[in-house]
Each structure stands twice: as structure tokens, then as C-alpha cells.
């Protein structure tokens, strides 16, 4: 008498079945459920896989007979074997010829990633980098064997498996603890000590260092990823993962960059802003870009103009982003111009404009007074809404940046 049936209804099959009944039905119904030939029945499959997982076992089936699944409280799953795997090693293979089956093979080890800090410059003009790594490899002497051939053997305590089972009764509880096995440290082979390979003494792979040539092409962003394929870790039976690099790239002192395009502030003088000339910026390149501010053209705090094609070289592409400058006038000192010349200016600029006071309103006269770097600070927090915040009253309404 069974605590209970679900796992035999699962497979369609009586408690009383044998275990070639059992094998008979599991055939059946992978085949049938499987995702390759219906791909809605994932599920179901899953389910088909798990019980028989543990009804094949002799002593995973008797315990499930005794106690139920709850009796399994720590092996009840599929025991570190995917559903998929399962079929795999049931039917020896491929028997769709395509899917998901296609693709087992070798396991893939792990990627390593590496962060690579590089320059706007180097982004800019393109470079080539070394970077140096220390990784496993299977060792040459012995070819990942770990000693001489046909003196690695099976562990004869795990029968292979690299892992012990242990039995404990908790109660009317059976729980089921794996363990690596300690005959073999988790290995699954033994070698005589006089056998292993001197090579890497018995490890089956060595240290070495690898140099890596980066090649940083033009126009790459940052978190942008080049990728070595297969030039992680070795380990024998595993497909060695790859090396990712990925991009960092560096703030810049006179740059901002922002995809394809570049960010400029340009400080010119006040008879520039006003009345023409040039400027110049120092390229990524080391060049030096003249630029024309033609005469008569006023050049505002602040204005924003550009300059096609000087930006960042588009990646794997021929054209170039945009260059945008923005201006920062440099007033003159106080108190650097005499009255004569006030004359002059006032003859030659723009006459100032008369002020909007309506003709019954109060006046009063007041005087500017200069602010020391300290008071500055102070009233700009103000200003800017800061105090409102120390006092409760929330932040104040900012422009979202576009």
C-alpha cells in the first residue's frame, strides 16, 4: 500500500508496476510531451521527467511509497538533472534532429569580465591595448588526464559520481543528503600518488599567464563589449567561457560627450562676443580648429552654436557627430575704462533703453553693493530653493534635463 499515487498517475502506470513498466511508460510520454515536438507541453514534461526520476530509483521509490514526496525533502527535485538532460541520457541523444536536443554537448564554463578605464581620446583616434590575465589551461604533459594514461581510475566508493548519498531518518521523516565524496575529493577518479602527472600533480590543469591584444576601435561607447571567445578558464569536459571586456570610458577635462556628439564651452573675450574674431579649440586629435566669429555678429552668454562633422567618429562608420560649442563671455575688470571712452561706447552702442516707471510711482535710488565670495555662496543656495527644502517646504520645481 502506497501513501500515495500522483507520481505513478503521472506515468500513467499502477503502484504495483515493474521497472521496465515503468521505463516503457516514461518512453511513451517524453516522447510524446516533448517541448521539440509540442511546444506548449513544457510543463507537462517537466512532471513526465520527475517522477520518473524517482520511481527508476529503488530506494527514492521506496521512500516515496513509505512517505511521499515529503519523505524526499531534500532530494525530491530532479536530483541536479534537468528534465532535459534526463531525456538525453534515456534515449542517448538527438532524436528530434533539432531544438533543444541539438544542443547538448560539452558544459560551457564561466565568462570572465574585465573593465578597461579608457580615454576620450583614445575613443577618438582609436588604440590598441595589452591587457595581461592568468587563467587555467589543460595541462599539455598529461592532456587533462592528471597522470599517466590508463592509471586514472574510477572511484570505486562513488562509483564515479564525485558524490556520496547519505540516509538520515528524522522522525517518520527520510531526508537524503549529497556530499562530496571523500575518497576522491568530489573527483570521481582516483590516481596512485607515483601515477600523477608532475606536470600539475594530478590537477589536470596548470596556471599561465596570457596576453590579450584590445583593439579599441573609433567611435566605441562606453559599456560597449568586445568579447575572446573560448579564452576564459580551461577544465577538461567543459567548453572554456570567454573574456568580455568592457568598455569604461574616462570623464574628460573639455569634453562631454554624448553618442556621437561632443560638448564644448568656449571662453572668449567681451570685444569678440561683440564685435567678431576667433577662437580655437584643441581637438582629441591634438589639432587645433581656428573658428570665425564673423563681424557684426553678437555672441550671447551662454548661445549655443555648431560645428558639423567635428564630433566623434560614428563606430565602423565614415561620418563624424557634431561639435556643439557653448559660449562663456570674459567681462573686463571694474573700473577698467575712463569717461572718455563711456562716451565713446555710448555713441557706438545701442542707446540704453529708458526705464517703464509710471509717472505717479514713488522712486528711490539705491546702490549696488559688492558681495564677498562667502555671501555669494549664501544667497545662490537661496536662490536656488535650497532654503525651502531646510524648512520643510519640499524642493522646488526644476527643469527636467532633455
Not at 544667497?379 to 535650497?386: F, L
Request: proline content about 5%.
Amino acid at each position: 500500500m502506497v501513501k500515495t499515487t500522483k507520481l505513478y498517475d503521472i506515468l500513467e502506470v499502477p503502484p504495483s508496476a515493474s521497472d521496465a513498466e515503468i521505463k516503457k511508460a516514461y518512453r511513451k510520454l517524453a516522447l510524446k510531451y516533448h517541448p521539440d515536438k509540442n511546444p506548449d507541453t513544457g510543463d507537462k514534461f517537466k512532471e513526465i521527467g520527475h517522477a520518473f526520476e524517482i520511481l527508476s530509483d529503488r530506494d527514492k521509490r521506496e521512500i516515496y511509497d513509505q512517505y511521499g514526496e515529503e519523505g524526499l525533502s531534500n532530494d525530491g527535485g530532479m536530483g541536479g538533472m534537468s528534465a532535459e538532460d534526463l531525456f538525453s541520457s534515456f534515449f542517448g541523444g538527438n532524436v528530434f534532429g533539432g531544438g533543444r536536443s541539438a544542443r547538448q554537448g560539452p558544459r560551457k564554463g564561466k565568462n570572465l569580465k574585465h573593465v578597461l578605464k579608457v580615454s576620450l581620446e583614445d575613443l577618438y583616434s582609436g588604440k590598441t591595448s595589452k591587457l595581461s590575465l592568468n587563467k587555467n589551461v589543460i595541462c599539455s604533459k598529461c592532456e587533462g588526464r592528471g597522470g599517466k594514461e590508463g592509471s586514472v581510475k574510477k572511484c570505486s566508493s562513488c562509483d564515479g559520481t564525485g558524490v556520496k548519498v547519505i540516509m538520515r531518518t528524522l522522525g517518520p521523516m527520510v531526508q537524503q543528503i549529497q556530499q562530496p565524496c571523500s575518497s576522491c575529493g568530489g573527483e570521481g577518479e582516483v590516481i596512485r600518488e607515483k601515477d600523477k602527472c608532475k606536470g600539475c600533480q594530478g590537477k589536470k590543469i596548470i596556471n599561465e599567464r596570457k596576453v590579450l591584444e584590445v583593439h579599441i576601435d573609433k567611435g566605441m561607447r562606453n559599456g560597449q563589449e568586445i568579447t575572446f571567445t573560448g579564452e576564459a578558464d580551461q577544465s577538461p569536459g567543459i567548453e572554456p567561457g570567454d573574456v568580455i571586456i568592457q568598455i569604461e570610458e574616462k570623464p574628460h577635462d573639455r569634453f562631454q560627450r554624448r553618442g556621437d556628439d561632443l560638448y564644448f564651452t568656449a571662453k572668449i573675450d567681451l570685444l569678440t562676443a561683440l564685435a567678431g574674431g576667433q577662437f580655437m579649440v584643441k581637438h582629441l586629435d591634438e589639432r587645433y580648429l581656428v573658428v570665425n566669429i564673423e563681424p557684426g555678429e553678437v555672441i550671447k552668454p551662454g548661445q549655443l552654436k555648431s560645428i558639423p562633422q567635428h564630433g566623434m567618429p560614428s563606430y565602423r562608420h565614415h561620418d563624424y557627430g557634431t561639435l556643439f560649442v557653448q559660449f562663456e563671455i570674459e567681462f573686463p575688470p571694474s573700473n577698467w575704462i575712463d569717461k572718455q571712452t563711456i562716451l565713446t561706447l555710448e555713441n557706438i552702442l545701442p542707446q540704453r533703453p529708458v526705464l517703464p516707471i509710471p509717472p505717479e510711482a514713488v522712486t528711490e535710488e539705491v546702490e549696488l553693493m559688492a558681495m564677498n565670495d562667502e555671501q555669494q555662496r549664501s544667497a545662490s543656495t537661496h536662490m536656488n530653493g535650497a532654503e525651502d527644502e531646510e524648512e520643510g517646504h519640499g524642493p522646488s520645481v526644476q527643469c527636467a534635463q532633455q
